[in-house]
């Protein structure tokens, strides 16, 4: 996997999943980012939403630095990993996120 970046953090702690999306297109810079990254994915895959402030665990297409932080905050995995977590989590499910 790859977790955020030092100045966008996966948040810590235990969630939920609250909402699942087979492709979702996303697109920034983040709001009140010094360097401003801008992005622009569409058909990002494997959607599990697990914190209000935009955390989602899903698959990532655009890299190959899984195993070290890359992402915004959210969790990136294979598309191919993803969907198989996507089939088999079901909302409510806890996730734990740690160091």
Request: net charge negative; hydrophobic share 30%.
């Amino acid at each position: 996997i790859s977790t955020g970046l030092e100045l966008t953090p996966t948040p810590r702690g235990t969630f939920t999943i609250f909402k699942k999306t087979p492709s979702r297109y996303m697109q920034g810079p983040l709001p009140g980012l010094s360097d401003q990254q801008y992005y622009d994915l569409p058909g990002v895959p494997w959607n599990l939403y697990f914190t209000d402030g935009g955390a989602v665990i899903h698959g990532a297409y655009w890299h190959t630095s899984f195993g070290h932080p890359y992402s915004h905050g959210c969790v990136n995995l294979l598309p191919q990993e993803a969907e198989k977590l996507y089939l088999w989590a079901d909302i409510g499910m806890s996730v734990t996120v740690r160091d």
